[in-house]
């Protein structure tokens, strides 16, 4: 696998000496206060090794396909071709950046829900034959412009339509299948195997059992009409949690195992997507502006909130909000509430907080509440859990440029990479590994210097 580019597009610090990432976020922060007071992200890319190692431990009879519209930042696509995952991608814009990675057409699937010609033509251009499809209106629609496609007839199981009203509308029902499978005959396009759909908040054991004996009897019609499959993708409902992780291992292998046994030759894939990249990344934000609110006392909104309903509530304004870095709101992701970097004593009171971005929108509020110390203009909000849906390009603010991704991994998680057997001068172009500075005046002066 080798990228387009034999020039490094991005820098990675080496942590070596007991630096840490608080320590790296330090740095950056004091330099920030020293100039423009930008956000910027911190990527741990030591975390998605680590969650392909936990991934290739638990899953390993399933090949991970990420999916790319969760986090399209280069280093992670990069770091993950170089683990030998498959990519998800939704559009052409999303099919470019991956191939300019140098990932074959073969570990693309192009799954878009309502594709534009335009786009499944490009598609076909460029070999990548295997996409997602639930209607017959896409399936005439693919037959016109990719006749050589492969598809996964994605299906919605009566399951996960009790849990999300709208999961019908992107998933074909089961007794549509076979309508579909006999159009798809008359058309003479392939359908090589199943989707199943799955809602992103469903934690039920039944869900996954009902998806992938639904998946068996869809295997099943087709095996009937004439096609002879080959792929089931159990979908993406995996998050950052090893828990999750051993969970849904318990509910789906051994009904793998017994419906979809090595002996059928079967491939199985799956589509984690924040699963890789959640916790890898760090969000830092600036307050530019705070207003005081004095509360109604005749309404304490907030059960959690111990604070008297006469004490103020205050509304702080960040540097990036949900037309910018926080718009993974939009796709109803829980927002982590901050920590505030400075040094502040233990028992320091609390107040009813609200975050807003910068633009002044009614729309754009982060957080309707959270419990801070008073912040002051200036000060600093480090947001974990920032890898999913963050990085995208801003939609209204001011200030039209992306927040500044600092890439770090640690010596031990750099070297167990080439103990996975990837080759970083093969596989690792778009890199250049140095050797993280750090200052320890810098950190220390990060915490105690004035807003």
Known sequence: MKGISDEPQFTVGLLEGGTSLCDVIDNHIY???????????????????????????HMTQIRPFYTVRCNSNPGVIEVLAALGTGFICNNKAEIELVQSHGITSEDIIYSGVCKQVSQIKYAAKNGIDLMMCDNEAELRKISRSHPNAKLLLQVSTEASSQHNELSMSFGCSLKDCRHLLESAKDLGVQVVGVRSLIPR?????????????????????????????????????????????????????????????????????????????????????NINSKEVVMRDCQDQAHADDPSPNDEPEFHYYMNEGVYGSFACKLTETDITAPTVHKNISADAPVYSSSLWGPTGDD?????????????????????????????????????????????VVSSRDWYEMQDTGVNQEATLKSLSLVPYFFNACQTEAALSIPA
């Open 31 to 57: 330099e920030q206060t020293l100039s423009g007071k930008k956000a910027f992200f911190v990527a741990d890319l030591g975390v998605i090794l680590r969650q392909h190692v936990r991934w290739r431990t």
């Open 201 to 285: 908040k469903c934690k039920e054991d039944k869900v996954y059992t009902n998806a992938i004996t639904d998946a068996r009897c869809v295997f099943d019609m087709a095996k009937e009409i004439g096609f002879k499959m080959k792929i089931l993708d159990i979908g993406g409902v995996f998050g950052g949690s090893g828990t999750q992780l051993e969970l849904i291992k318990k509910a789906v292998m051994p009904m793998l195992d017994l419906y979809f046994p090595p002996s059928t030759g079967v491939t199985i894939i799956a589509e984690p997507g924040s699963y890789f990249v959640s916790t890898a990344f760090t969000l830092v934000t």
């Open 363 to 407: 729309l754009d509020q982060v957080m309707d509440h959270c419990l801070l110390p008073e912040l002051n203009i200036g000060d600093w909000l480090l947001f974990s859990h920032a890898g999913t849906y963050c990085l995208g390009q801003p939609l209204g603010t001011s200030d039209s440029s992306t927040p500044t991704v600092v890439y």
